[in-house]
Every structure is written in structure tokens, then in C-alpha cells.
């Protein structure tokens, strides 16, 4: 059974960096695309951005300036970066496999970690 | 600001169907395809609908999709209280070349 499961800090500070890392069992990491999604306390799903096996990027045009997606291969990881938090980068974070455009659909998500941003 | 439209919340009695809606433009919905998410309260968003309309397996075919034009709606028949919860609409936009959900609707089964 394919599983996701997200990793980092549960808490960081103001204006530092936010790191978090998906780690996933059992699928090959090649064919699909690769999503990180948050949702902040109280409002809906937001897409961040993904990352395909190759390396290519898309990003949520909100956050593009702050956020690095990057594949661990060989660990079958892969990471998200947003850099220059504020208490609104405060919010739930999922990794999730994803179906490109123009089908773009994640049929697997991971439990999801919060992450708070304060000081 | 979400780039799709869904109404804030929709209820029904246990047994009943409920229709919930999505509206886009055409660089969204009318030109990608529609995926609907279930996410209850403490676990992770599961996927209800892709492709517009399929299911994937596991899912009952209680839940329905369809889509016209810039629109599309879900469609959830023999309402259970296990079924509360949020529920989102997802595409592909060509103009923002980024991914959007609708802003959620919650759903209550009265």
C-alpha cells in the first residue's frame, strides 16, 4: 500500500525558513507529479506547487517567489522550502501524489503535519 | 482569493440527496477536467471524483459528478452523518498555469 508521510519542524519562527520533507513507500516515484498543499486554520485547501520525477516545477503564482520544491530520488523524498514566513504560512501542510494537467487530481495524500509560525 | 466558486454550505436530511456546485471560467473548468475531495474533520482530504466523473475504486456510487460549460457539481444521494464534513472542487487553470481549489462547502446532514 502506497503510503505519504510528511516530516520537519512543527514550529518556526518569523521572516526564517519553512522545511518540510514527504517521504513515500512502495510507489515508483516516476509517472506521476508531486504536490504540496496547506490549509491554514479555518480556510480551505490551497495548492502550493509540484514537482515532477524530472525535476520540473510549477508553482501557485501566490507564493512562487518563496517556495523551492525539490526530489530525492533516491530516497524517494521530496521537499518543500518556503522561505520568509509570517503567521500566515501558519497552516496544515499535505504532501500528495498527483495526475498533471489537464486531468490535475491527487489521489493520494499524506496525514499532513501542522506547522505554526511564531515567535 | 480562490479561482473556483462553490457555496459556502449546504444540509440535508439523512437519507436525502444534496448537490453541490463548483462554477470556473474558461481557462479552468472549461477547459480542464474537475476533481471533487472529501476532507472530515482530523484526517486527510480523500479523493470523491476525477476525470469530471469517475470514481475511484472504493468510493460508492452515492457520490456523482458532472460538469457543463464552466461548471460542475457534485452529487451526493442517500445522505449519511458520516458524510459531514467539507468538500472541495479542484482543476487546472491555463491562465495562471497553477492549480485551484473552490473555496469548500461545508455539508451538513441535519
Known amino acids: 500500500q502506497v503510503q505519504l508521510q510528511e516530516s520537519g519542524p512543527g514550529l518556526v519562527k518569523p521572516s526564517e525558513t519553512l522545511s518540510l520533507t514527504c517521504t513515500i513507500s512502495?510507489?515508483?516515484?516516476?509517472?506521476?507529479?508531486w504536490s504540496w498543499i496547506r490549509q491554514p486554520p479555518g480556510k480551505g485547501l490551497e495548492w502550493i506547487g509540484y514537482i515532477y520525477h524530472s525535476g520540473s516545477t510549477n508553482y501557485n503564482p501566490s507564493l512562487k517567489s518563496r517556495v523551492t520544491i525539490s526530489v530525492d530520488k533516491s530516497n524517494n523524498q521530496f521537499s518543500l522550502k518556503l522561505t520568509s514566513v509570517t503567521a500566515a504560512d501558519t497552516a496544515v501542510y499535505y504532501c500528495a501524489r498527483t495526475w498533471g494537467p489537464p486531468y490535475f487530481y491527487f489521489d493520494l495524500w499524506g496525514r499532513g503535519t501542522l506547522v505554526t509560525v511564531s515567535s | 482569493q480562490s479561482v473556483l466558486t462553490q457555496p459556502p454550505s449546504v444540509s440535508a436530511a439523512p437519507g436525502q440527496k444534496v448537490t453541490i456546485s463548483c462554477s470556473g471560467s474558461n481557462s479552468n473548468i472549461g477547459k480542464n477536467y474537475v476533481s471533487w475531495y472529501q476532507h472530515l474533520p482530523g484526517t486527510a482530504p480523500k479523493l470523491l471524483i476525477y476525470?469530471?466523473?469517475k470514481r475511484p475504486s472504493g468510493i460508492p456510487d452515492r457520490f456523482s459528478g458532472s460538469k457543463s460549460g464552466t461548471s460542475a457539481t457534485l452529487g451526493i444521494t442517500g445522505l449519511q452523518t458520516g458524510d459531514e464534513g467539507d468538500y472541495y472542487c479542484?482543476?487546472?487553470?491555463?491562465?495562471?498555469?497553477?492549480?485551484?481549489f473552490g473555496g469548500g462547502t461545508k455539508l451538513t446532514v441535519l
Open positions: 476525470d469530471d466523473n
Open positions: 512502495v510507489t515508483s516515484f516516476s509517472t506521476y507529479f
Open positions: 479542484g482543476t487546472w487553470d491555463n491562465s495562471l498555469s497553477a492549480g485551484g
